[in-house]
Structure formats: structure tokens, C-alpha cells
């Protein structure tokens, strides 16, 4: 079935190809295909599009269609095009022509943006609190650690003294800002562009603002052609956003696979969470952290892959715009599962201790020299060049300790301002009102 047969046969290698992975790939729309269905038919029947008694015949089908896409029993028949085409059919079988009525002033363009934006509105929240999960422990470890000193460099060169606490805590204040760019593309997505049609609107006598209340969007896409524009747009944006959390995650990972190592031995993992050698016996390998930080380079990929796709097309629908799917969908649950095992790893990762008492890490102190040398009046580059000096004839030691007072030194890492704008960030997040408006969607039977 299609939803635009006008009564000749498409060619089998045509089809297959054309249809590509839309069939699996939709599974994951259905539940919000039919979300977007029942707000659409809901709004037809305010301006007149349908009788009272025919939204009361629909909607409980639609429910049934949408429990069984939760639950997973919802199948994409094979000779069905896509989950738009499969929930048409599931209602006219149930209800005869009737079913055939629930397209009535919408296009596939507009229906695939807005099932699109609905999943992509849900699978943010979820990341969105696994953010927030990595971020907690991260805070956590930094207060736990943060008088337990390690070598800082630059240049991969021992340069100053910085502490476990602040190498935790690093990581977590870069998701903070992360999370504002989760928050910028949840603003986006949470935009509706039904009505929009093929990307130019209806002579139906829609009302755009219901379905957006119906659907808990915070606001329109207003104009249609945008409207359609915004098919590649939106999801270019989202994957910038899982970029960036990407990009912190596999940053943190590449640490820990150099902090892991034996030359440096600053963390260690528990057996149960590294893999072994098939030919030498003494090897406990971070294969976690690997494998996080390359899930976390291909994320990084899809902005570029997405653009790639979608860049320079003219004003209006193109099929090419159906293959971001492949790209798009997965990457939701390649992230969730970065952050998941991140999390669990963090947690059960132990750090050394002492490690400033080992020579090598001396010449970490000659900056507290300096600066304990201009406290008593030497001009700072005078002070400098004395240092310089016995760190060159072999003569420089160093014994104290730190004096790091500053907001985000070692002394005083700041976790609480830290907290306050993740807090402040998340404070953002709409997600209470689209649970409220999909929820009444859903449970209220025909006094909608």
C-alpha cells in the first residue's frame, strides 16, 4: 500500500530502493506517528473536517496502534511503504473509509517532520538526564578527590600541580555548557510543523495553534516553506548538540586510556571492567574507554554527514532528505549507551594517591616557588630566571604546600557554582508541559 497509489505498479528495484531502510528505521517513529495522528484528527473535528461520532470511532484505535507500538508487537507489513501508510491501513481495515479520512489537510512532509520532532523531543530527554547522571557522579568524584594531588601538563610536559578533584570537575562543568546546547536544539525541535503540509500549507481550514497545544510543542514553525526547511535543519542542529557532549565524553576517555596506562598509573580500573590478551597474560586493557572514545568520534561525524546530505538543496521536499534516518536515529541510543558505561566506569574507578612525592614530578612546584619568591618582594621575572636557573644546574627542590585560593584552582574548585548552572540550564527544559499535553492526549477519551 501507498499512501499515493494512483493505480499503477512501481517497479520492484525502484520500490526496494526507494523504500531503502524506511521499514526498520520507522519502527522507532510508530508511537509518535500516532501521537501526531490523534492530535491532527482531534483538530479536524474542531473545525468540522469530522463528525464527533467519527473522532470518537478513531481515537481508540489509534490508542490500541499506540500501545502496541510502546510494547513492540507494531510491524511494518512488507508490502507497506512506511509507519504512516501501516497505521492508515491497520484503521481503514478496523474502521473501512473511515480511516482513510485522518489525512485529510496533511502531506507525508509534514507528517514525517513532526513525528520526527516528537521522537527526537523524547530521545533529548532521555540523554538529557544521563547528562546530568554523569555529570552528578563527576561531581562527586571532584569533592571526593579534591586534596588528592596529580601532575597537570601542558604539551603532554609536567607543568603544574592540579588534583584528581579538578580533573573531575573539569569534565563536569564542560557538560554544563553541553547541556546548553542541548537546550538550544530542544528549543528547536519542540517547534510544530504540522499543517505545513508539502511545505505550502492547506486550503483546509486548519488550526495550526490546537495540534501545537494538543502535542505540547512550545510553538510553531510558522511559515510552511520553513516549515519544510526545517526537514535536515533540526537534525543537523540536534546532532551539533550530541557532538558536543561527544566531544567532552571522548576527551574524558582519551584520559583515562593515558591515565590507565602503566607510564602514568593515575587511575586504575577493577578487573571486571577491563579485557584481556589472547597472547600476553599480564595485559588488562581499558577497552571500555576505547571503544567510548571512538563511539563518540563517529557521533562527532553526523553534523558533517547530515550537512553533507542536506546542504545547498533548494527551497522544498526532496527524497534525499529520507537517508538522514540512517544516521539520525541510531545515534540517540549510541550516545545514551556512551554515557550509561561512562558513568558506570567513573564510578568504580579507583585514583593513586601520593603521586606529587615521586621526582619526576618535582619540577611541577617551580611555579609555587616563583610565586612564593615574588610574596616576599622579588620582582616576578627576576624570581623566574632564579628558578630557571637551578632548575637548569640540577639544584631546584621544593617542599610546602599549596596556597591556591582563586576561584577554580585546586584550593577552591567552585562545584556548587558549577551545580547552579547546570541547575539554572536545566531549569529550561519544557518537559514537564510535554508530558502533561501528551498524556492528556492520550488518556482522555472523547471529551478532548
Not at 588534583?163 to 553541553?178: P, T, V
Not at 639544584?395 to 596556597?403: A, D, M, Q, V
Amino acid at each position: 500500500m501507498k499512501l499515493w497509489d494512483k493505480g499503477f505498479s512501481v517497479d520492484e528495484k525502484i520500490d526496494r530502493f526507494t523504500v531503502g531502510k524506511d521499514r526498520e528505521l520507522d519502527l522507532y517513529l510508530a508511537p509518535y506517528d500516532v501521537l501526531g495522528t490523534m492530535a491532527h484528527i482531534t483538530m479536524l473535528e474542531s473545525v468540522g473536517l469530522l463528525e464527533k461520532a467519527e473522532l470518537d470511532a478513531l481515537l481508540p484505535e489509534l490508542k490500541a496502534i499506540y500501545k502496541q507500538a510502546c510494547e513492540g508487537s507494531f510491524v511494518i507489513e512488507d508490502d507497506i511503504e512506511d509507519v504512516h501508510s501501516q497505521v492508515e491501513l491497520m484503521l481503514t481495515r478496523k474502521l473501512g473509509d473511515l480511516g482513510k479520512k485522518v489525512h485529510t489537510g496533511r502531506s507525508r512532509n509534514d507528517q514525517v517532520m513532526v513525528d520526527l520532532k516528537l521522537y527526537a523531543r523524547a530521545e533529548i530527554e532521555k540523554t538529557v538526564g544521563k547528562v546530568k547522571a554523569l555529570f552528578d557522579e563527576l561531581q562527586k568524584r571532584s569533592e571526593e578527590c579534591k586534596d588528592i594531588l596529580m601532575p597537570g601538563y601542558t604539551h603532554l610536559q609536567v607543568a603544574m600541580p592540579s588534583s584528581f578533584g579538578m580533573w573531575f570537575g573539569a569534565y563536569a562543568e564542560s557538560l554544563a555548557e553541553d547541556m546548553e546546547m542541548l537546550l538550544a536544539a530542544w528549543k528547536i525541535t519542540n517547534r510544530n510543523p504540522l499543517g505545513a503540509a508539502a511545505g505550502y500549507g492547506s486550503s483546509a481550514p486548519l488550526n495550526r495553534s490546537l495540534t501545537t497545544a494538543l502535542l505540547g510543542f512550545d510553538d510553531l514553525d510558522y511559515n510552511s516553506v520553513y516549515a519544510q526547511m526545517g526537514r535536515g535543519k533540526t537534525e543537523r542542529i540536534i546532532a551539533f548538540a550530541f557532538a558536543s557532549v561527544a566531544e567532552t565524553l571522548g576527551r574524558l576517555a582519551m584520559d583515562c586510556c593515558l591515565f590507565n596506562s602503566q607510564n602514568f598509573a593515575f587511575v586504575k580500573l577493577p578487573d571486571a571492567l577491563t579485557t584481556g590478551s589472547s597472547i600476553m597474560p599480564h595485559k588488562k586493557n581499558p577497552d571500555v574507554f576505547e571503544l567510548i572514545r571512538a563511539h563518540c568520534n563517529r557521533i562527532n561525524g553526523i553534523p558533517g554527514t547530515i550537512r553533507l546530505i542536506s546542504t545547498n538543496l533548494p527551497s522544498g521536499y526532496f527524497r534525499d532528505m529520507q537517508l538522514i534516518k540512517e544516521v539520525f536515529v541510531p545515534m540517540f541510543e549510541e550516545m545514551d549507551d556512551c554515557l550509561d558505561i561512562a558513568k558506570f566506569a567513573i564510578e568504580n574507578m579507583t585514583v593513586a594517591k601520593d603521586l606529587m612525592s615521586d621526582p619526576r614530578y618535582q619540577l611541577a612546584f617551580s611555579v609555587e616557588e616563583v610565586n612564593r619568591r615574588v610574596a616576599e618582594g622579588v620582582p616576578f621575572r627576576d624570581a623566574y630566571r632564579q628558578v630557571g636557573m637551578e632548575i637548569q644546574k640540577g639544584e631546584f627542590s621544593w617542599k610546602g604546600e599549596l596556597h591556591h585560593t582563586h576561584e577554580g584552582s585546586v584550593g577552591n574548585l567552585c562545584n556548587a557554582q558549577i551545580a547552579a548552572k547546570m541547575d539554572h540550564v536545566l531549569e529550561g527544559f519544557t518537559f514537564k508541559s510535554v508530558k502533561a499535553a501528551v498524556s492528556a492526549l492520550l488518556n482522555t477519551d472523547r471529551d478532548l
